[in-house]
């Protein structure tokens, strides 16, 4: 049940309070009572050739998605999940480090909600004090007009402590955060949004992730720690010392050495 104090979401209320360079550019904003997951509603549109810039938001999903196949809990009302189609001019090689400038743009409209204590593990979770507040799933998709990505993102914002009990890692949500009932949700929709369009217009402008890797480095709460990568056929640790200008995280393994380790099938844990 979705708590008392917390708003339903308001088409037009979310779309009144996008700023005027994301009010240009998103060309439909669709708000649906239950999807199974917003990520996949826009992936089947933008095979159909739906534009840039659609937005859509679901107040519950069903079959919500992380990375690696990982369910993303959304119970009704509870929480925020919306997606973004997004169509990219630049190559694809070009496109790498756009999961962590999604972060980055999650992390700054956190940070000024009044989330003092946010930050980013790579590469697409949203952390408080080391626990999850949100997560990032990018998805990508080829026609012959070009290459289409996805930007979904799922922050925790009242989650009834029932339903949450299913969750496998340590988790908080705005409410405890901010010791309040009373968030917006509206306005919290449309400043991530706004700042998401915004982010992307830049990232296209300026060539990729390397104008915006010492930012990210500032949200970065592994930087310095050591970490267990588990990739689809080996697992590497050593310690986190940041990431290049493409994004990549990079190891410093036993022997000195600073190995560049992409995004994808890589799950990064913190060594005890």
């Not at 756009?98 to 972060?103: A, E, F, Q, R, Y």
């Not at 409209?109 to 979770?125: I, M, Q, S, T």
């Not at 480095?217 to 930087?223: L, Y």
Request: hydrophobic fraction near 45%; charged fraction near 20%; aromatic fraction near 6%.
């Amino acid at each position: 049940m979705m708590a008392a104090s917390l708003e339903l979401l308001d088409r037009e209320l979310i779309v009144s309070a996008l700023t005027v360079e994301a009010r240009a550019r998103v060309s439909q904003l669709e708000l649906h009572s239950v999807l199974d997951s917003t990520n996949t509603y826009l992936l089947t549109g933008a095979l159909t050739g739906w534009p840039s810039g659609v937005v859509c938001l679901a107040e519950r999903q069903s079959k919500g998605r992380g990375r690696q196949g990982r369910d993303w809990l959304t119970p009704f009302g509870t929480g925020l999940a919306f997606s973004l189609l997004w169509r990219f001019t630049l190559p694809p090689p070009a496109l790498s480090g756009l999961s962590l400038v999604t972060g980055l743009a999650v992390a700054r409209v956190l940070r000024d909600f009044g989330v003092a204590e946010v930050g980013l593990k790579w590469p697409n979770d949203v952390l408080w004090r080391g626990r999850k507040l949100g997560g990032i799933l990018l998805e990508s998709g080829a026609t012959a007009d070009g290459v289409h990505v996805v930007a979904g993102i799922g922050l925790n914002i009242a989650l009834p402590r029932q339903d949450a009990a299913a969750i496998d890692q340590p988790w908080v949500d705005l409410r405890e955060i901010l010791q309040t009932e009373r968030i917006s949700r509206n306005h919290l929709a449309a400043w991530l949004i706004s700042e998401l369009v915004e982010t992307f217009v830049r990232f296209q402008d300026q060539g990729g992730f390397a104008s915006l890797a010492a930012e990210w480095a500032r949200f970065d709460r592994i930087a310095g720690q050591r970490v267990r990568l588990n990739l689809p056929q080996t697992m590497l640790t050593g310690i986190a010392r940041g990431v290049d200008a493409t994004g990549a995280l990079l190891l410093e393994t036993a022997d000195g050495r600073l190995q560049p380790c992409i995004g994808g099938e890589i799950s990064l844990r913190l060594e005890p």
